[in-house]
């Protein structure tokens, strides 16, 4: 089946570092599309960004991530790391197989920016 | 727009105990999600039903979780005689098709459920 992985649990940045948060997935079929949702605390998890296009950089509020189907890779990347971003961030998998919508989710990856 | 409202936000129960988790998805949306969060395991799919339909249940516990959808304003999860392994929290999402592989997936801020 398909399956996310996000190989980092946590990460700890000093401000103004280059954030980058790693997703693979694996899926036996090619029109994947995959997205990134961030949950801060005490909110609800939101879509940050998301694509299906191969080899095309997506951008969202500071953060992009560029599909790339031939390592089977989404990895979320920030020039710059805020005090704001200290979030949880999920990559997801939308269901591929045309009988129906469900994401399947990477562990998470806890981000902390400190000063 | 409200969003995704689920209720209530706290619940504390004891082993053995039942719960009942509700979500009232957003209105004019098709689908209705269920995902359960864990430190330990991040987010894991539950349920979900299309336009009231179950459509895939693969991630539900099969002996104590129970889902419903039965008007298109609101979702019930079910959890019999739960066990402390069963504290997470549940999170309700909806979306406007549920169908496809690319629809956006609305998130509420979740149940969070403590058996003790």
């Known amino acids: 089946g398909d399956s996310v992985t996000q190989k980092e649990g946590l990460v700890t940045l000093t401000e103004g570092l280059p954030v980058m948060l790693n997703c693979t997935y694996q899926?036996?079929?090619?029109?994947?599309?995959l997205f990134w949702y961030v949950h801060y605390l005490n909110e609800s998890p939101r879509l940050l960004l998301k694509?299906?296009?191969?080899?095309k950089r997506t951008e969202h509020q500071g953060f992009h991530a560029t599909l790339h189907k031939s390592s089977s890779s989404f990895h979320l990347q920030k020039s710059s790391a805020q005090l704001s971003d200290s979030a949880l961030y999920y990559c997801?998998?939308?269901?591929?197989?045309?009988?129906?919508?469900?994401?399947?989710f990477g562990g998470g990856t806890r981000l902390t920016v400190r000063p | 727009n409200a969003g995704v409202i689920q209720t209530p936000r706290h619940k504390v129960t004891g082993k053995g105990q039942e719960a009942t988790l509700w979500c009232e998805p957003i209105?004019?949306?098709?689908?209705v999600f269920w995902y359960r969060q864990t430190i330990v395991q991040g987010l894991e799919f539950l349920t979900y039903?299309?336009?009231?339909?179950?459509?895939?249940d693969s991630g539900m516990p099969k002996e104590r979780f129970s889902a419903q959808m039965p008007n298109q304003s609101h979702s019930t999860l079910k959890i019999q005689s739960t066990q402390p392994q069963d504290s997470a929290v549940y999170l309700c999402?909806?979306?406007?098709?549920?169908?496809?592989?690319?629809?956006?997936?609305?998130f509420g801020p979740g149940t969070r459920l403590l058996v003790l």
């Open positions: 999402a909806s979306s406007l098709e549920g169908w496809g592989n690319q629809d956006t997936q609305y």
């Open positions: 899926t036996i079929y090619s029109n994947a599309f």
């Open positions: 694509s299906s296009t191969d080899n």
């Open positions: 997801a998998l939308g269901q591929n197989n045309n009988a129906g919508a469900k994401l399947t």
């Open positions: 209105s004019g949306h098709s689908a």
């Open positions: 039903f299309r336009n009231q339909a179950p459509i895939d």
